[in-house]
């Protein structure tokens, strides 16, 4: 990298429809990205569980921005079931294995950021949830 490089500048608005299905099921929307990191506005809808998933060499940090859920997390010996709603900010570590469900009566919306940037669906790997997937409402 030359020492006069300079980023291109990204500007995203997000679809009104969603662009993916995330491996864990739920709706993705691609937002605006670097070369470290990239985020995306994910929905999971009314009454649906994710499946449980963990990611191979990405870190996440999310911010739930409407609905109401839980949160379950596994990273080593630690593991915990949060409720999650808007202005509730987690973490995800490299390895961390995680489910969640909407439990509310809109759409449980929230806000990931993926460093380094998501590599691709092969990227995550179906762990044992403590709930049954449901990904119809």
């Excluded at 291109?8 to 009104?16: S, T």
């Excluded at 449980?52 to 999310?62: M, P, R």
């Excluded at 993926?114 to 179906?126: H, K, S």
């Amino acid at each position: 990298m030359s020492e006069n490089w300079v980023p291109a500048l990204d500007v995203k608005q997000a679809n009104a429809q969603y662009e993916h299905i995330a491996p864990d099921g739920s709706e993705i929307r691609l937002l605006a990205k670097v070369s470290r990191g990239n985020m995306a506005h994910c929905v999971l809808p009314v009454g649906c569980t994710s499946e449980a998933t963990k990611h191979k060499t990405i870190e996440e940090i999310w911010f739930f921005v409407s609905g109401e859920g839980r949160l379950w997390r596994k990273l080593g010996d630690q593991e915990e079931i949060i409720q999650v709603k808007a202005g509730v900010s987690t973490n995800n570590p490299t390895g961390t294995s995680f489910q969640f469900q909407n439990t509310g009566n809109e759409p449980l919306v929230f806000v990931t950021v993926a460093m380094p940037p998501w590599p691709g669906d092969d990227e995550a790997i179906l762990q044992k949830g403590p709930w049954e997937v449901k990904l119809t409402g």
